[in-house]
T-cell receptor, first 114, second 117 residues
Framework: QKEVEQNSGPLSVPEGAIASLNCTYS??????FFWYRQYSGKSPELIMF????GDKEDGRFTAQLNKASQYVSLLIRDSQPSDSATYLC??????????????FGQGTILTVHP | NAGVMQNPRHLVRRRGQEARLRCSPM?????VYWYRQLPEEGLKFMVY????????ESGMPKERFSAEFPKEGPSILRIQQVVRGDSAAYFC???????????????FGEGSRLTVL
């Protein structure tokens, strides 16, 4: 079992729709969870982070965390063509809070078509 | 405030040559991480360093790969006797020792793309 696994893509949604990206992790003691966006040929950039169970909203983005199910998701509302990118789920394992490696999923390619 | 700087951005080597990739962390950051990314795959952790110390090298191949972060100068990822399978994008990231706007966030450089002929 992979440490961090994302739903297989690619995912294609029409402009204005909700895009739902999912991620599961194996280490039950994981402390913090991140979503990075990576445009083709570019570096990953952080778009959301979440540490506690529940939902966290920031503009059009909502991160959801369920530690009991070891599941984290990212919802993108009113999807725009500019949201087309690879989305990477990343997990920091137990013992690390402010620093330490992140373990990444394989990424989900999202395409938003006009 | 300059971000994480990596060079070279593109490197071409023939099989058997050496590749050296350099990374200067963001100002004030004392932690450096190296990741490898194959085409259409996620980021695979390689090594985590602080100044003059390797903290976690659990993702480093046992042979041919080494990393350092000296007291002065950039962090260097060194690949000896490269093979075609080493062709990938190598990303460096940095983080501060404590705090930051988002605790635990890694800031990534633009990557170094290695092609082995």
């Amino acid at each position: 079992q992979k440490e961090v696994e994302q739903n297989s893509g690619p995912l294609s949604v029409p402009e204005g729709a909700i895009a739902s990206l999912n991620c599961t992790y194996s280490d039950r003691g994981s402390q913090s969870f991140f979503w990075y966006r990576q445009y083709s040929g570019k570096s990953p950039e952080l778009i959301m982070f979440i540490y506690s169970n529940g939902d966290k909203e920031d503009g059009r983005f909502t991160a959801q965390l369920n530690k009991a199910s070891q599941y984290v998701s990212l919802l993108i509302r009113d999807s725009q063509p500019s949201d087309s990118a690879t989305y990477l789920c990343a997990v920091r394992n137990a013992g690390g809070t402010s620093y330490g490696k992140l373990t990444f999923g394989q990424g989900t390619i999202l395409t938003v078509h006009p | 405030n300059a971000g994480v700087m990596q060079n070279p951005r593109h490197l071409v080597r023939r099989r058997g040559q050496e590749a050296r990739l350099r990374c200067s962390p963001m100002k004030g950051h004392s932690h450096v991480y190296w990741y490898r990314q194959l085409p259409e795959e996620g980021l695979k952790f390689m090594v985590y360093l602080q100044k003059e110390n390797i903290i976690d090298e659990s993702g480093m191949p046992k042979e041919r790969f080494s990393a350092e972060f000296p007291k002065e100068g950039p962090s260097i990822l060194r690949i000896q006797q490269v093979v075609r399978g080493d062709s990938a994008a190598y990303f460096c990231a940095s983080s501060p020792l404590l705090g930051g706007a988002v605790p635990g966030e890694l800031f990534f450089g633009e990557g170094s793309r290695l092609t082995v002929l």
